[in-house]
């Protein structure tokens, strides 16, 4: 694979990682600590949101998004043609 | 059947099933030990790692710690689970890609340099060690309970049973060993709280749960918790923080980072299919991780209403929590807390002398609650529980049945044993091939490089068992001290040694020792020198958390900031990494060529 080639996929890469990063950190660091307090006057049942954002939220939310990288990664490497064989 | 005797069945059970897996999966072939994670599904896969992962900091001391923290001990629930993002996303791939069992070696390969891996396997033994204490004070807990003991004598018995566990070695590698433990441990942990969730608040999902109304009126849980502590002078359960909002900031990214840092958890990586593999295979982990993650702040919050329930009676009736005959009587408390008053980690002094339990804040800043406690002739709080029984304790504070409490047991010896087993592994192979045969002496016999190994093993256990007498924290806190040390060393020179192609051998090196340095001297300073009690230098720094006011125990992303400030800074002087390692890092970024993986072992 050409060394063009190369720098597209890791840029493309990176351009995942960092959108990636982003919904990580606003979920925890975000709504689960900066922002708790003022996201507590809502309520998710009995749980006020920025508690449930710190202690079940954003548990969930990793998840989703380790499948997400998982799926993107796989198509990437497809489009580059740089997947395992 | 009494209580101990069932205790004894279920535990003796649970091992029987681990041995009898591991000889019936070694009976095929012993060569596959290594290679066993290669034909191995990664749902399976997922489960093993989950239960290498889960150790007794999550199973016995997180939930506890919660209860005590309330909505600040979000922090390890967040720090704990988040970081699995970051190491599918940024180390796994590229490791598996590399294709070599350690740390060190590719530490070692990656910044061409035998002091670079040397360093390395520093980091990682501190880490390791560190980490290990904490087991210790886990399994001296589980243990003190389970023989009626004292914690001390706990620990000792935890020390023999993990060297005999962790030289007996081989299940340790037996992916169905874990996925049996992995089972042990999560019907342990949530059976009790589906119980706890039902009888509260009449939903069984104790994550729903928490979120649910009490059964039998329109006020939730959690409010009801908040007014019942606020009223006994702590903070409010919901809302109260752990110090501040930028230690709780630092504290979960140290956590994050140090789960992205740690070797054994590393490790289940590089042993997995593919690159594909590798990505995917850290996503089913998290989802058998948050079983129980998300079970335990339920946990938490519903031993934390439980217990004031058991000592106050109009907890749960209503009525005035300081009303002289709302407090049970001394001689009429559940058995339960006579058997944890024989650990010594449930205390109970009659400071009145009224003959019944006062169990508050008698440290309040409330006005209100002091007034109160005041008024009722309370003349301090009389009950101290010791934040590492709340789990294994839960199921007896429910009274819940019998073969629930000896599951429990069960589980939080699986959890600390097959942790504290990860860890030794992980010691003995740095000691002995990282360090020995690759840096000290390379003509070493292979029968001595399995002697060094299994002696730096018994050296650690004593090492961390010694220091668990006096464990610098609880459980919990002390595996964050490790997170801490793996975050600010380990962490930073594997992604530099992937994600940049230009970082060099003295860039890595300074800044893996920076790293360490600053950590360790900041947590020393707290916890003393190697956390021998005494040694504390904490004055000299200018008193505790005098840093921000960040805890020792968040210390870790002040440690990861200073190592890639310090790498990049030495990096810009010195000459940049040769050809081929420029070379090495394009061929690590892209899946295509991966190898089942060829290093020895």
Not at chain 2, 47 to 59: V, Y
Not at chain 2, 70 to 84: I, Q, R, S, V
Not at chain 2, 533 to 557: H, M, Q, R, W, Y
């Amino acid at each position: 694979m050409s060394d063009k080639g190369n720098t597209a996929y890791w840029s493309a890469t990176l351009g995942l990682l960092t959108k990636i990063l982003i919904v990580w950190f606003v979920v925890s660091f975000g709504a689960g600590i900066l922002f708790a307090d003022a996201l507590n006057s809502f309520h998710l049942g009995g749980y006020p949101l920025g508690f449930w954002f710190a202690q079940q939220g954003s548990i969930y939310v990793f998840i989703v998004l380790i499948f997400y990288y998982a799926k993107k990664m796989g198509d990437i490497d497809r489009q580059f043609d740089v997947e395992e064989k | 059947m009494d209580l101990q005797t069932t205790i004894y069945i279920g535990v003796g059970l649970s091992f029987a099933l681990y041995i009898g897996i591991a000889i019936w999966a070694r009976a095929g072939s012993t060569s596959e030990f290594y290679a066993a994670g290669g034909s191995v599904h990664p749902v399976t896969n997922g489960m093993a790692t989950a239960a290498d992962w889960m150790s007794a900091a999550s199973f016995i001391s997180m939930a506890g710690l919660i209860s005590n923290m309330g909505y600040g001990g979000g922090l390890f629930l967040m720090g704990w689970t988040g970081g699995y993002v970051l190491l599918a996303m940024l180390l796994a791939p590229y490791l598996r890609k590399f294709g070599k069992f350690t740390v060190p070696q590719f530490i070692g390969d990656r910044f061409y340099s035998k002091t670079a891996s040397t360093v390395a396997v520093v980091c990682l033994l501190v880490a390791s060690i560190t980490y290990i204490i904490g087991q210790m004070t886990g399994v001296g807990v589980a243990f003190s309970r389970f023989l009626g003991v004292s914690s001390e004598v706990g620990i000792y018995v935890g020390m023999g049973i993990v060297f005999l566990y962790a030289v007996f070695g081989g299940m340790k590698g037996i992916t169905y060993t874990q996925v049996a433990q992995y089972i042990v441990l999560i019907l342990a942990y949530t059976v009790p709280a589906i119980f706890i969730s039902l009888q509260l608040t009449g939903n069984a999902l104790p994550q729903l749960g928490l979120g649910s109304n009490m059964i039998g009126t329109d006020m939730s849980l959690l409010a009801k918790l908040d007014l019942v502590v606020t009223d006994l002078g702590f903070g409010k359960y919901t809302t109260t923080t752990a110090g501040s909002t930028l230690n709780m900031f630092m504290y979960t990214l140290s956590l994050m980072i140090g789960t992205a840092g740690l070797p054994h958890v590393i490790m289940r990586f590089f042993t997995v299919p593919s690159v594909k593999d590798a990505r995917s295979s850290a996503g089913w982990a998290l989802v058998f991780i948050a079983i129980l993650y998300t079970t335990a702040p339920a946990v938490a919050a519903m031993a934390k209403l439980n217990l004031h329930g058991t000592v106050n009676t109009a907890v749960m009736k209503g009525g005035d929590l300081y009303a002289p005959e709302a407090s049970i009587k001394a001689d009429e408390r559940p058995d339960w807390m006579k058997r944890w008053e024989k650990t010594g980690l449930l205390k109970f002094e009659d400071k009145n002398g009224d003959g019944r339990i006062q169990y508050y804040n008698d440290k309040t800043k409330s006005a209100d609650a002091k007034a109160k406690a005041d008024a009722a002739g309370w003349k301090g709080n009389e009950l101290t529980v010791n934040a590492d029984i709340i789990v294994l304790a839960n199921p007896e504070i429910a009274l819940l049945p019998n073969w629930v409490i000896a599951l429990v047991a069960a589980g939080g010896l699986a959890a600390a044993l097959s942790t504290a087993a990860g860890l030794l592994m992980a010691i003995s192979s740095a000691v002995s091939h990282d360090l020995i045969k690759n840096t000290f002496v390379p003509g070493i016999s292979e029968k001595n490089e399995l002697l060094a190994g299994k002696i730096s093993m018994a050296v650690a256990i004593v090492i961390a068992g010694w220091l668990g007498l006096n464990p610098p924290g609880f459980a919990a806190g002390t595996v964050a001290l490790a997170f801490g040390i793996a975050a600010s060393s380990l962490f930073p020179a594997i992604m530099m040694g992937i994600f940049s192609k230009k970082m060099n051998k003295e860039g890595a090196i300074a800044g893996m020792l920076a790293g360490l340095f600053v950590t360790l001297f900041y947590v020393f300073a707290h916890k003393g020198i190697f956390f021998v009690k005494g040694t504390e230098f904490v004055d000299l720094i200018g008193g505790p958390n005098s840093f921000f006011g960040i805890t020792p125990e968040a210390f870790g992303a002040v440690g990861a900031a200073v190592n890639f400030i310090a790498a990049f800074l030495v990096d810009k002087v010195t000459k940049e990494p040769p050809e081929h390692i420029q070379h090495m890092v394009e061929a690590v970024r892209i899946p295509r060529g991966s190898k089942l993986v060829d290093g020895t072992h």
